[in-house]
């Protein structure tokens, strides 16, 4: 929805948003295409979040981000929700449509398959099994982007076994559970091995996993992007696999959400890489 001067707004809606990227990143891609606008960090306590979603019609916004915790409490607050959305769970966008109508979105998963494409052009879901390592709300959009895009065999392993058990029930035959204890032993043939947990990032213990049944053909994946390289990401690296880490998702999730505020595609470029490891 522009505004009348055409003063483009934009956020990201969370609590906390103080740590995310997203401002540099937004505010970079408006600069370099001599947009007027500016994107802000919207710190909004759960209990405001109906009030902050209407806020964005009345202030003129083009819509948000939305994280932690909003993501799956913001969807049942807004007019439309597209089926990627619906199936994750959860929303990461919203777009303010022109009739003042509130759109969701989830290019999570989308950001990620294309982070595994800018790493290996000729990637395919369907190259082989793909083993995914936790099963939080991460790893559901990581399982429905791959269902999309062709995957027909997806292990799940989860400490707590149940949670991947019931991603397993609820998307079919295509998705199984695999016991956290024989992690390792499921990497034999894998075309894919992605980290969905939270360990190896900054302040958190290393992810726990013995890697010497990797194929160095395998793609390794980490959603984890402080820092570049988790040790996860290093030893899979030093095993002769192409690594990809977190940056991209949060990047390629940018660029779909910022061409649906501001009518243009932005190109992921070295130095927004740049501006981006200064805040590390």
């Keep these: ?3 009348a001067d055409g003063f483009g707004l934009a956020g990201v809606i969370g609590m906390p948003v103080a740590h995310s990227r997203s401002p540099v990143i937004h505010n970079f891609w408006l600069k370099a295409h001599g947009i007027r606008g500016t994107y802000v960090p919207l ?32 969807m049942p607050l807004l007019d439309c ?23 969701g979105f989830n290019n999570d998963g989308n950001g990620f398959v294309q982070s595994l494409r800018d790493a290996r052009a000729d990637w395919r879901g369907d190259a082989g099994p793909i ?8 790893s559901r959009a990581v399982v429905v982007a791959l269902l999309e895009n062709g995957a027909r065999e997806i292990r799940i392993a989860n400490r707590t076994a149940e949670k991947a058990q019931a991603i ?26 992605v980290n969905c947990t939270d360990r190896g990032m900054a302040g958190k213990s290393a992810l726990e996993i013995d890697l010497s049944r990797l194929n160095s053909a395998t793609l390794v994946a980490d959603l984890i992007y402080t820092p570049l390289e988790t040790p996860f990401l290093a030893d899979a690296r030093a095993r002769g696999c192409v690594t990809v880490n977190g940056l991209g ?12 505020w501001f009518g243009v595609m932005p190109d992921v470029t070295p130095e927004l890489i740049k501006a981006i490891e200064a805040t590390f």
């Design 1 to 3: 929805m522009p505004q």
């Design 43 to 74: 710190a909004v306590k759960p209990e405001r979040l109906e009030d902050a979603l209407d806020g964005l019609i009345a202030l003129g916004f083009r819509g948000c981000n939305v994280t932690m915790p909003h993501k799956q409490t913001a």
């Design 81 to 103: 929700v597209n089926e990627t959305a619906r199936r994750i769970g959860a929303v990461n966008t919203i777009v303010v449509e022109d009739d003042g109508t509130l759109s």
């Design 131 to 138: 083993l995914l390592l936790g099963a939080g709300g991460a």
């Design 168 to 193: 397993a029930q609820e998307f079919g035959p295509a998705v199984s559970a695999v016991a956290w204890d024989d992690r390792s032993a499921a990497l034999t043939d894998v075309a894919l091995l």
């Design 249 to 260: 998702l949060l990047l390629n999730q940018a660029r779909l959400a910022f061409k649906a």
